[in-house]
């Protein structure tokens, strides 16, 4: 495959000003994206199938999840800032090279330790999705950062939203280890695609690791955009995971009675709200990125009414619900894809250091909300998980207003308030 001719750049030296990224990368970097991150998905459905075959308790089966969720979560906090000191092309390349190879030793694990072991490595360089984005951001021209932005996590969702459904049909064609062979190999040839398509993209931030990492924690302090959407965005995150970790509860119990290969086709309904975020991107391009937010909030919290009616009984309980889920995804990744594109405008010379910050905020969301659901759900089911998830979206809301006003009383002043409502051509990034 031919390498498409864009010349190497300096992410600190006007990086915006280019043609932006093809139609043939710009799809690669969303591919990539998807299958780096699914691999974290992949043993949700498949927890029973693994225990079983290696001889585990159920306690320790489940750690694999958890183990997951812990390397990627290091790996937002210690490798994505890196992608403001080395050449991003070879740091993208690196994690999705290493990424295939750590898949390979849980695809071929004997026994607990190899599996566990396999799976947080992956997990830590998984977040070469995470690198990936904001060098797509880079790389593209300030009045398409929005729509090029969506269209790289549209992959990234489609990545997490489908793992499951694919882990399923892999699963009963030959095997819980086959989902991870494949993986693995197609994560090796996203290495060589990215070594061929993407340009080399240098660095000019002249700071050691160690001043990274601190200057990275120091961004909340100095950004008030960054506190904002980092708040919005572990709201937002935390009541998505609120829902898919209680819906497998819901479907599997006596409202619904569904089998597990049928629970995992949900994550195709869930695909289609995840194609909202290229839409989204666009539209925060014309400068509706504060204002795609507000309408957001408030869609998810009518999803819940939607969900709440979804978990009642009956014969209009299936639309109901799945409606629900449509809207909650859709809404959900409108604000995800707004509030980035209003981060990565704030200092172009750190967006691998703002993504890495804002992520962890967005990450640390989705497990407190993993964590709530699992409690709630045993004290008060799908009404209680449903109440908590409104109130999650309430606050979401009221943040939206709080910030709104905020940004009235500033006058037009700072950086939030220069960046929320403007068309991205017009932005100096």
């Not at 030296?13 to 991150?37: C, Q």
């Not at 400068?287 to 909030?297: D, M, S």
């Not at 691998?352 to 008060?380: E, I």
């Not at 449903?386 to 606050?395: E, I, T």
């Amino acid at each position: 495959m031919a390498t498409e001719h864009i010349p190497e750049r300096a992410a600190g030296d006007g990086p915006d000003t280019g043609p932006g990224p093809g139609r043939g990368t710009l799809l690669l970097m969303s591919v990539a994206a998807g299958l780096s991150v699914a691999g974290n998905y992949f043993a949700q459905p498949l927890l029973d199938v693994i225990g079983r075959d290696l001889h585990l308790p159920a306690a320790t089966a489940a750690l694999v999840v958890t183990v997951a969720q812990v390397g990627y979560g290091l790996g937002l906090l210690l490798l994505v800032p890196l992608g403001d000191l080395l050449e991003r092309r070879r740091l993208a390349v690196t994690l999705t090279a290493a990424t295939a190879l750590f898949l390979t030793v849980t695809a071929s694990a004997p026994n607990a330790a190899l599996l566990l072991t396999g799976t947080a490595l992956t997990g830590l360089t998984s977040v070469a999705a995470q690198v990936v984005v904001p060098f797509a951001a880079t790389l593209a021209p300030p009045a398409e950062r929005g729509r090029t932005v969506g269209a790289v996590m549209t992959g990234l969702l489609l990545g997490i939203l489908l793992a499951r459904t694919a882990a399923g049909l892999l699963a009963e064609l030959g095997g819980w280890r086959t989902v991870y062979w494949v993986n693995a190999a197609l994560m090796l040839l996203m290495a060589v695609l990215l070594r061929l398509r993407l340009p080399a993209l240098r660095t000019t931030v002249g700071l050691r690791y160690p001043a990274l990492l601190r200057s990275t924690v120091a961004l909340f302090g100095q950004e008030p955009v960054l506190r904002w959407r980092g708040a919005l965005g572990a709201l937002t995150f935390a009541g998505f995971s609120v829902l898919w970790t209680a819906l497998a509860f819901l479907m599997s119990g006596p409202s619904y009675g569904w089998q597990e290969s049928a629970i995992g086709l949900l994550g195709l309904v869930g695909a289609a709200g995840s194609l909202s975020a290229s839409a989204a991107g666009r539209l925060a391009d014309r400068g509706l990125a504060h204002r795609i937010t507000g309408a957001a909030a408030f869609l998810l919290l009518g999803s819940w009414g939607l969900l709440a009616l979804g978990g009642a009984g009956g014969g209009w309980s299936p639309a109901a619900l799945l409606a629900g889920v449509i809207v909650l995804d859709l809404a959900a990744q409108a604000v995800h894809v707004s509030n980035q594109h209003l981060v990565y405008a704030v200092r172009p010379d750190a967006r691998n250091r703002l993504n890495s910050a804002y992520m962890t905020s967005y990450f640390a969301g989705g497990a407190v909300g993993s964590a709530l659901t699992s409690a709630v759900w045993g004290l008060a089911g799908w009404s209680g998980v449903c109440a908590l998830g409104a109130g999650l979206a309430l606050v979401v809301a009221g943040l939206w207003v709080a910030d709104r006003m905020r940004r009235r009383a500033s006058g037009g002043k700072g950086t939030a308030a220069a960046t929320a409502d403007v068309p991205a051509s017009s932005l100096t990034s």
